[in-house]
């Protein structure tokens, strides 16, 4: 993530467990608490912005079906193509979602 150079202080109280999740991001990306609010930030904020009233449950609930229609419908027609498309999928999760 890129230095910010023209930054303003900020004071917010957090429960424990909302800690523990900036923690966590902090511990994944091996940086501090501030760096970690602002991946935080800068990957929960544009979601919210965009998609104000998006129900995330609904919208991953869709996207498991898709996964498993699309699955199914492989290995009917080729199943070696089943193993193919775990490993791209798993593949593009590490290059543009990790």
Request: hydrophobic share 50%.
């Given at each position: 993530?890129?230095?910010?150079?023209?930054?303003?202080?900020?004071?917010?109280?957090?429960?424990?467990?909302?800690?523990?999740?900036?923690?966590?991001?902090?511990?994944?990306?091996?940086?501090?608490?501030?760096?970690?609010?602002?991946?935080?930030?800068?990957?929960?904020?544009?979601?919210?912005?965009?998609?104000?009233?998006?129900?995330?449950?609904?919208?991953?609930?869709?996207?498991?079906?898709?996964?498993?229609?699309?699955?199914?419908?492989?290995?009917?027609?080729?199943?070696?193509?089943?193993?193919?498309?775990?490993?791209?999928?798993?593949?593009n999760?590490?290059?543009y979602?990790?």
């Open positions: 993530m890129k230095l910010v150079t023209d930054t303003q202080v900020i004071s917010v109280r957090l429960p424990a467990d909302l800690v523990a999740m900036v923690d966590d991001v902090a511990i994944l990306k091996s940086c501090e608490r501030s760096e970690a609010l602002r991946h935080i930030i800068h990957a929960g904020a544009p979601f919210i912005i965009k998609a104000k009233n998006v129900n995330v449950e609904r919208l991953l609930t869709g996207l498991e079906i898709l996964v498993i229609d699309c699955l199914r419908k492989a290995s009917e027609a080729n199943p070696d193509d089943v193993e193919m498309l775990i490993q791209a999928a798993s593949a999760v590490e290059t979602h990790a």
